[in-house]
C-alpha cells in the first residue's frame, strides 16, 4: 500500500465536499492500515487527531468524508523514524538504518516528530539519497537546537 502524504489536502482528495476549507492531513501507512492525522487547526478539529481506516473506506471524523487515493501493490511500506538532530549549522546530514524516502517538508510544524520545540515556526527542506537524509533550514540560513526527529517511508 502506497499513499501520498499529502492525499488528504485539498488539492488531492477524492471528495468534494468541504472545498475552501483549508483542512490539512498527513497521511502515512502503517501494516496495511492507512492513517490520516489533521494537522491545521481549524473550526471542527484540532492538530493531532488521528484516525485510522482501511483504503476506500470513508472518514468522518473531520465533518467531511474524506477520500484519497492510494496504491496497494500487496505490502505496505513501514515508517521509518530518523533523528536528524540539533545542528551548528544551517544544514545536516545523517544516515538512516535503511533506504527512505521522506516528504521534503516531513521537519516542518505539523510533521516532525520530536516533542522539543514544538511550536516552533521553523522550517526544512528534507532531501534523500538512499540512507542519507539531509536537512536544509529554510526560515533562516542558521543553526538549530531542536532535536530534529521525522517520520520517513521505507524505500
Do not use: P
Not at 492525499?7 to 492531513?25: L, T, W
Amino acid at each position: 500500500m502506497e499513499c501520498d502524504a499529502t492525499a488528504g489536502d485539498e488539492s488531492n482528495r477524492v471528495n468534494d465536499d468541504c472545498r475552501g476549507c483549508g483542512d490539512r492531513f498527513f497521511v502515512s501507512v502503517d501494516g496495511g492500515w492507512v492513517c490520516a492525522r489533521r494537522i491545521d487547526k481549524h473550526e471542527g478539529g484540532e492538530v493531532g487527531s488521528l484516525s485510522v481506516v482501511k483504503v476506500d473506506v470513508t472518514l468522518a471524523a473531520w465533518g467531511m468524508d474524506l477520500k484519497i487515493h492510494c496504491k496497494d501493490y500487496g505490502h505496505s511500506r513501514d515508517v521509518v523514524k530518523v533523528t536528524i538532530g540539533a545542528s551548528t549549522v544551517g544544514t545536516r546530514c545523517v544516515q538512516a538504518s535503511q533506504n527512505v524516502q521522506c516528504a521534503s517538508y516531513a521537519a516542518n510544524l505539523g510533521y516532525r516528530q520530536n516533542s522539543d520545540w514544538a511550536t516552533a515556526a521553523d522550517t526544512w527542506e528534507i532531501t534523500t539519497n538512499g540512507r542519507q537524509v539531509c536537512a536544509r533550514r529554510t526560515d533562516h540560513h542558521a543553526a538549530w537546537a531542536m532535536n530534529l526527529k521525522i517520520a520517513c517511508q521505507a524505500a
